[in-house]
């Protein structure tokens, strides 16, 4: 009992700073709010830890009243424990090469808790929160597939106790590794080369190389396992004259 009463002092304490930071130590409702908090205080010492709880709970109970504050919110991207963008407010765009990304949306609210049977979480218009895993602090969501390339709609909506809300509109943006620059290509009495400037993407994993004899395709992929370095020798090239084209592979997508 005397544990759960003084973990309990320590979020009282906070939140009693919280509204007077909000409000004004001199408003009279905070200074009602305190005495609360300082009588509950004073029971503890005693060793009554109930009425101490009970002191506490009545405080509680005008805090939230008091409470006009929305919870905080804010959303990231995660592969595993590795952060990949973010965090971003509303109006934000989180970019990633990584079609299946670990969304993470963090809330909080000092004065009164986050209501999870409250919280709204949509992508691209479809209620996902079934999919997830959410409480008073935190939501994970992982696509059961891979998205699309482009940009997906993400709504996040937080209420706290007091029916105070948070609303953020983010842009998921699913992009492919961009296009090796630098790419030149020479002929030899037996063979041709191609070579690119490195890709300075760290997702990045290979390349694929690309041969056609017509401008613009179509074009017969040469490297079926994608080369690693930024160069490619083609040790039986066709007669006449040749186009060669270059992608980047990432670990996920070309």
Known sequence: AEAIALAVQGLMAIRIETLEATLGAADPRVAEVRALYEAGVGLIAAGAYSDAMDQFVVAQRKILALDSVPPVASLSLFEEAIRLAGPVGTGGVLETQNPRPRVHADFDDVLTDVRPSRTVFKVDGTNRLGEAVHDAHALDWTPAANLPIGDHAILLKVKDAAGNLTTLNVTLRIVLPAAPTGVVAARG???????????????????????????GGPYTLLTPVPVIEPFYFDAAPPAGTLYFAVSAVNRYLE
């Open 189 to 215: 009495p037996a063979r041709a080369g191609v070579a690119w400037d490195p890709s300075p993407e760290p997702p990045v994993t290979g390349y694929r190389v690309y041969r056609t004899a017509a401008p």
